[in-house]
């Protein structure tokens, strides 16, 4: 069955600390993987993406995530959180075949503590 | 360039009552997509339409759950004689003209619509 997996429902961090959210999926064939954010009261954006190339990917606010193909893993990492970063993160996946039908994970809210 | 617009953002309805949620999509987007978040769960697909069409429905549940886009107007999402079960959050998405969600093309959500049935 296809699914996403967010491990930490709730992460509490203090500013400066490093950020690791864990992410693994189950799909069959080749995917294309996301990260979103939610950030209190607004929309839910993208953060970062993965179709093909480097599996290291770089996002919007100091995030990137990397694409480990054997562990089935797109974990989203950002070394020094802010206050600001306080939101809820959803990770995502879809088949090759660029379906709108994506599978999101349960999410992950983090706080940040100034 | 105004995102994607979703209202009521909160709505609370008693059991038996209906429930519309609308959707407007980005400007230049002709696509939507609604997905449902319900508690301690991830967003789940629900349909896909386009101007006048239903595209894929395969998400949404059998009885109570419609959805329209009109040629004029937003797309609304309906739930008749809502139950408990159906509290979550409506989320609607948008995408330009393709249906294709590629590396040029992923879709853009709005902030959501949080439905609470007492």
């Given at each position: 069955a296809q699914s996403v997996s967010q491990h930490n429902h709730h992460v509490i961090l203090s500013e400066a600390a490093s950020l690791e959210l864990g992410c693994n999926y189950s799909y069959g064939g080749t995917v294309?993987?996301?990260?979103?954010?939610?950030?209190?009261?607004?929309?839910?954006?993208?953060?970062?993406?993965?179709?093909?190339?480097?599996?290291?990917?770089?996002?919007?606010k100091g995030f990137e995530a990397e694409f480990i193909k054997s562990?089935?893993?797109?974990?989203?990492?950002?070394?020094?959180?802010?206050w600001s970063?306080?939101?809820?993160?959803?990770?995502?996946?879809?088949?090759?075949?660029?379906?709108?039908?994506?599978?999101?994970?349960?999410?992950?809210?983090?706080l940040v503590r100034p | 360039n105004?995102?994607?617009?979703?209202?009521?953002?909160?709505?609370?309805?008693?059991?038996?009552?209906?429930?519309?949620?609308?959707?407007?999509p980005m400007k230049g987007h002709s696509h939507v997509y609604w997905y449902r978040q319900l508690p301690e769960e991830g967003l789940k697909f629900m349909v896909y339409l386009q101007k006048e069409n239903i595209i894929d429905e395969s998400g949404m549940p059998k009885e109570r759950?419609?959805?329209?886009?009109?040629?004029?107007?937003?797309?609304?999402?309906?739930?008749q004689q809502v139950v408990r079960g159906d509290s979550a959050a409506y989320f609607c998405a948008s995408s330009p003209p393709s249906g294709r969600v590629s590396g040029a093309n992923v879709l853009t959500f709005g902030a959501g619509s949080r439905l609470t049935v007492l």
């Amino acid at each position: 069955a296809q699914s996403v997996s967010q491990h930490n429902h709730h992460v509490i961090l203090s500013e400066a600390a490093s950020l690791e959210l864990g992410c693994n999926y189950s799909y069959g064939g080749t995917v294309n993987l996301f990260w979103y954010v939610q950030y209190p009261g607004q929309h839910l954006q993208l953060l970062l993406k993965y179709f093909s190339g480097d599996p290291l990917v770089k996002g919007i606010k100091g995030f990137e995530a990397e694409f480990i193909k054997s562990k089935f893993s797109f974990n989203l990492r950002k070394p020094s959180v802010q206050w600001s970063d306080t939101a809820e993160y959803f990770c995502a996946v879809n088949g090759r075949d660029s379906s709108y039908k994506l599978i999101f994970g349960s999410g992950t809210r983090l706080l940040v503590r100034p | 360039n105004a995102g994607v617009m979703q209202n009521p953002r909160h709505l609370v309805r008693r059991r038996g009552q209906e429930a519309r949620l609308r959707c407007s999509p980005m400007k230049g987007h002709s696509h939507v997509y609604w997905y449902r978040q319900l508690p301690e769960e991830g967003l789940k697909f629900m349909v896909y339409l386009q101007k006048e069409n239903i595209i894929d429905e395969s998400g949404m549940p059998k009885e109570r759950f419609s959805a329209e886009f009109p040629k004029e107007g937003p797309s609304i999402l309906r739930i008749q004689q809502v139950v408990r079960g159906d509290s979550a959050a409506y989320f609607c998405a948008s995408s330009p003209p393709s249906g294709r969600v590629s590396g040029a093309n992923v879709l853009t959500f709005g902030a959501g619509s949080r439905l609470t049935v007492l």
